[in-house]
């Protein structure tokens, strides 16, 4: 180590995005925190609050000497990344190569105890996952816990995984927190904290900021299309969320959705949540059905003649199923139904018993009711028993046509026990956006919490 023995351990901090203005906030008299960005901008934030910022990937990215890249060196595709397609295929190994030397350095300098990030979702981030797992340093990446106000670290940030079917036995604490929130799940207009409270669809204050940061992102990446352009280089391009909003934003004007009164009672219903795009959902742990238009064209045809298909957009990304490439396909399939946004997820499971969804957070609440529930991709709540696990598209058709009485049901007992297991391995704090998250007490639960999953203080009992 360069600088010595350090006086305290020493935790990695990956700020990126909100994080740039909350870690900094996350110092503790146990551990040297150390703050990494990946964009400017996000450390000029980090500077901002009086912190010191270790390395930048953007600022230090021309002095980079990129590493040598091994064969099938990532966990997942090299296509799973969403922002640097826009780069060949020799920028983009160039680009791989100078992330691995960014963190090896950055590592191998501070031997951190712990590196804190979020789950996997951008390429710099599984290289940092890769780094870090081959020097035995913990990565902490935070989850929220279905009970609310608490929170755990991921033990297999990519996957989302808890590792085992087999939990241990539960405290009587945790069954009893497990019982007031599945309690709560039931209740008709139940809806998760993050999805409350959210602008309507035809705000004009996003619409209007949507159009600057248009403007602003088509000109930088008029600017960073190579490598070897004169402007500086950035990681991120955000060209494409800002033309769908004002795309869905213009639509919503001339496009109609259908309604779930116009399905017959003779029909049965299989729902589709739509996941919003992009995100870690369909690039990381939905990788090989991240194409949505191709899922729902797929999941219709293992659909039977008297089966339809309800496909809901999510309550963040409202407007998503008024873009061209889903309405394409709607005019072709005639047992293909779209919902807005606004319509509660519980009036469809009210009408529908079976759900297919990649890591949808609509599929666990239906495995909590008792409804069928087919899951392709990866998430927390995957292993719960009764929930049916799809590998392949003949898998699926022959899910579909099983007669619901024959398909696996989740049992109540089984989804009490995995809630309460999560409660057992939970904190207290909420370290993702939410009102609270710059309280002092949510602060200081986080940095406890931080402490603890780096191995540097000692686990507390159960939550």
């Not at 209007?208 to 940061?213: E, F, H, N, S, V």
Request: glycine share 4%.
């Amino acid at each position: 180590m360069t600088n010595g023995q350090p006086a305290k351990p020493r935790v990695l901090f990956f700020a990126r995005g909100y994080q740039a203005g909350f870690y900094p906030e996350l110092l503790d008299e146990r551990y040297e925190a150390i703050f990494v960005t990946l964009t400017r901008e996000e450390a000029d934030r980090v500077r901002a609050k009086g912190r010191t910022v270790a390395a930048c990937f953007e600022e230090d990215f021309d002095a980079l000497t990129p590493a040598e890249v091994p064969q099938h060196y990532l966990l997942t595709s090299f296509m799973s990344e969403r922002f640097l397609g826009r780069y060949d295929q020799a920028e983009r190994l160039l680009i791989l190569g100078k992330e691995i030397a960014f963190w090896r350095k950055l590592l191998d300098e501070y031997e951190p105890r712990a590196v804190v990030n979020e789950v996997v979702a951008i390429e710099i981030s599984e290289v940092l996952y890769i780094e870090a797992r081959a020097r035995d340093i913990r990565y902490l990446a935070p989850f929220f816990c279905p009970v609310e106000g608490l929170f755990y670290w991921l033990p297999d940030p990519i996957t989302m995984s808890l590792g085992s079917t087999q939990l241990p036995e539960p405290s009587e604490a945790a069954l009893k927190l497990a019982d007031e929130y599945l309690a709560e799940l039931r209740r008709p207009n139940y809806k998760p904290y993050y999805v409350r409270n959210l602008a309507s669809r035809r705000a004009l204050k996003p619409v209007a900021k949507g159009l600057a940061k248009l403007a602003l992102w088509k000109w930088r990446d008029s600017r960073t299309r190579r490598l070897d352009a004169r402007a500086p280089f950035r990681y991120e391009s955000y060209s494409e969320e800002y033309s769908k909003r004002l795309e869905v934003f213009a639509a919503s004007f001339r496009v109609q959705y259908d309604s779930l009164d116009e399905i017959p009672d003779s029909r049965e219903i299989v729902l589709y949540p739509l996941h919003q795009e992009p995100e870690t959902s369909l690039l990381y742990l939905s990788e090989f059905f991240s194409n949505q238009v191709a899922t729902i064209e797929n999941i219709l045809r293992c659909l039977g003649p008297h089966q339809t298909l309800v496909v809901k957009e999510h309550p963040v990304d409202k407007g998503a199923l008024l873009r061209s490439k889903f309405r394409e396909i709607r005019g072709r399939y005639s047992n293909l139904v779209y919902l807005p946004a606004e319509i509660h997820a519980r009036e469809i499971l009210a009408r529908c018993e079976r759900v297919v969804t990649l890591t949808s957070s609509v599929g666990w609440e239906a495995a909590c009711l008792g409804k069928s529930v087919c899951v392709m991709g990866e998430g927390f709540w995957y292993t719960v028993p009764g929930v049916t696990r799809v590998s392949s598209w003949k898998d699926l058709r022959t899910a579909m046509r099983t007669p619901l009485e024959r398909m696996e049901r989740t049992d109540p007992e089984d989804a009490r026990r995995f809630v309460a297991n999560l409660v057992d391995m939970s904190h207290p704090g909420r370290p993702l956006p939410n009102p609270q998250l710059y309280s002092p007490e949510n602060i200081a639960q986080v940095a406890d919490a931080v402490a603890i999953g780096a191995g540097i203080a000692p686990a507390k009992a159960s939550a």
